[in-house]
């Protein structure tokens, strides 16, 4: 156990008994793969923990605000609990933690930034909440979930639009993960008076992956999809696509047909 490792136990507030949980809770697939390619004993990489630490967050997260908003339509609970287990929300986290200076990379994915990327760090933290339930139990990883995910989150000075999923982004981010074609965008048709229209946009992304949706905003409807045609693509590729590249710039918007 490195004096580092221990730094992390430090920030996460647990000290591991079985520290061989905590190594493989931070083994990226790539390290795994690079060691077996050399001739070396696989390691056994986060992949696995990373399943099942995203049910047991999932969990903790409905349990804690279903204690705390019981007032709350489904639907309202619904969006709170996807922006706390999101992607973005968890990279946050994994952030503040430090996580990214203990990952256990391959070459190539260290090279390439590993430590920074978002998909690495937000898998890595759900490897953890699983590690630190095989080790310590149900109560240590909802301690941790409430102090470092939850946090002071207020669910009344959340807005919806806070909450909202970017989902140009992450397909953008998805496309050039896949060295696949830009998403183009168009305005298929607009209906309705002028003070209460319903647009329907048009998002491609090659020759494949096409899908239309309406909205009540231009934005709305892209946001859909946009969303669709993600999760076309996520379907097609198994879902093994790191989203995390959110500084590049938005996808061109092609002109009203």
């Given at each position: 156990?490195?004096e580092?490792?221990?730094v ?13 949980l ?5 083994t990226?697939?790539s ?17 696995q923990?990373?399943f099942?630490g995203?049910s ?5 997260v409905?349990?804690?605000?279903v204690?705390?908003?019981p ?7 619904s ?11 968890l990279?946050?986290?994994?952030a503040?933690?430090?996580v ?5 990379l391959?070459?190539g994915?260290e090279l ?11 898998n ?14 149900i ?7 409430l102090?470092?995910v ?13 909450l909202?999923?970017d989902?140009k982004?992450?397909l ?5 993960q896949l060295?696949l074609?830009?998403?183009?965008y168009?305005?298929?048709k ?19 992956f096409a899908?239309?949706?309406e909205g009540?905003?231009k934005k ?6 946009a969303?669709?045609v993600?999760?076309?693509?996520l379907a ?15 996808a061109?918007e092609?002109?009203?047909e």
């Amino acid at each position: 156990m490195t004096e580092s490792l221990t730094v992390l136990e430090d920030r996460v507030g647990y000290s591991f008994q079985n520290k061989e949980l905590l190594q493989r809770a931070l083994t990226h697939k790539s390290r795994a793969f690079e060691a077996a390619a050399h001739g070396a004993e696989r390691q056994d990489d986060n992949e696995q923990l990373e399943f099942l630490g995203d049910s047991i967050l999932g969990f903790i997260v409905s349990e804690v605000l279903v204690s705390r908003y019981p007032t709350y339509p489904e639907g309202r609970l619904s969006k709170l609990k996807a922006y706390l287990v999101s992607a973005n929300h968890l990279h946050e986290v994994a952030a503040d933690l430090g996580v990214g200076a203990h990952l256990l990379l391959g070459r190539g994915e260290e090279l390439s930034g590993g430590r920074a990327k978002r998909a690495l760090l937000a898998n890595a933290l759900e490897a953890l909440i699983a590690a630190l339930y095989l080790d310590a139990g149900i109560e240590a990883v909802r301690r941790f979930v409430l102090h470092q995910v939850v946090g002071d989150f207020d669910a009344e000075k959340a807005g919806d639009e806070a909450l909202a999923v970017d989902y140009k982004s992450a397909l953008q981010e998805a496309a050039q993960q896949l060295g696949l074609p830009m998403p183009r965008y168009a305005i298929a048709k607009e209906s309705g008076p002028e003070h209460s229209k319903t647009f329907t946009v048009e998002v491609r992304v090659g020759h494949q992956f096409a899908e239309r949706a309406e909205g009540t905003s231009k934005k709305a409807a892209g946001q859909r999809a946009a969303q669709m045609v993600l999760a076309a693509i996520l379907a097609a590729n198994d879902g093994d696509v790191g989203l995390d590249s959110a500084q590049h710039p938005p996808a061109p918007e092609l002109p009203q047909e």
